[in-house]
């Protein structure tokens, strides 16, 4: 029997500017994490592959939707970007650009996204988080965290 965890997240910022401290630290405490998955995976460059989905049910690939607490996806590549794909089936979609070396965060399953530039109205629920390569294959690191 597994028993849920606490994980810890701790993002430290550090900088020294003209001699002036800028750096900093934000620490969140995720608690009663109970499924996680930690992989490094080789994302090509000749289409698109799912990472993970989100769901009303665990599955391989697959997270409950309600209990996503922690996504963090990095682009291990020094040259290239990955490009990630945030999406509710049939209906929105986001798109960012990691550089080489950058790092991406969500901590719930939920996006809203338009391209009108209408006011927010409310958020859709994520159902699947892909990626693609841009001129070459790169390999990136995605971490999970639910409760």
């Given at each position: 029997?597994?028993?849920?965890?606490?994980?810890?997240?701790?993002?430290?910022?550090?900088?020294?500017?003209?001699?002036?401290?800028?750096?900093?630290?934000?620490?969140?405490?995720?608690?009663?994490?109970?499924?996680?998955?930690?992989?490094?995976?080789?994302v090509p460059s000749s289409g698109q592959i799912d990472?993970?989905?989100?769901?009303?049910?665990?599955?391989?690939?697959?997270?409950?939707?309600?209990?996503?607490?922690y996504f963090r996806i990095t682009n291990l590549d020094?040259?290239?970007?990955v490009r990630v794909r945030v999406s509710k089936t049939s209906h929105d979609t986001f798109d960012l650009k990691i550089p080489a070396g950058a790092t991406f965060m969500?901590?719930?399953?939920?996006?809203?996204?338009?391209?009108?530039?209408s006011a927010f109205s409310s958020f859709d629920d994520i159902d699947v988080i892909?990626?693609?390569?841009?001129t070459s294959d790169v390999d990136i690191e995605f971490v999970v965290f639910a409760v």
């Amino acid at each position: 029997t597994v028993t849920a965890a606490t994980a810890t997240v701790q993002i430290v910022e550090s900088l020294t500017l003209a001699n002036v401290d800028r750096g900093g630290s934000h620490t969140r405490t995720i608690s009663n994490v109970a499924e996680t998955d930690r992989r490094v995976e080789t994302v090509p460059s000749s289409g698109q592959i799912d990472l993970i989905a989100l769901s009303t049910a665990n599955g391989q690939g697959k997270f409950i939707r309600a209990n996503l607490n922690y996504f963090r996806i990095t682009n291990l590549d020094d040259t290239n970007y990955v490009r990630v794909r945030v999406s509710k089936t049939s209906h929105d979609t986001f798109d960012l650009k990691i550089p080489a070396g950058a790092t991406f965060m969500l901590s719930s399953g939920d996006i809203s996204a338009n391209s009108s530039g209408s006011a927010f109205s409310s958020f859709d629920d994520i159902d699947v988080i892909s990626a693609q390569a841009d001129t070459s294959d790169v390999d990136i690191e995605f971490v999970v965290f639910a409760v």
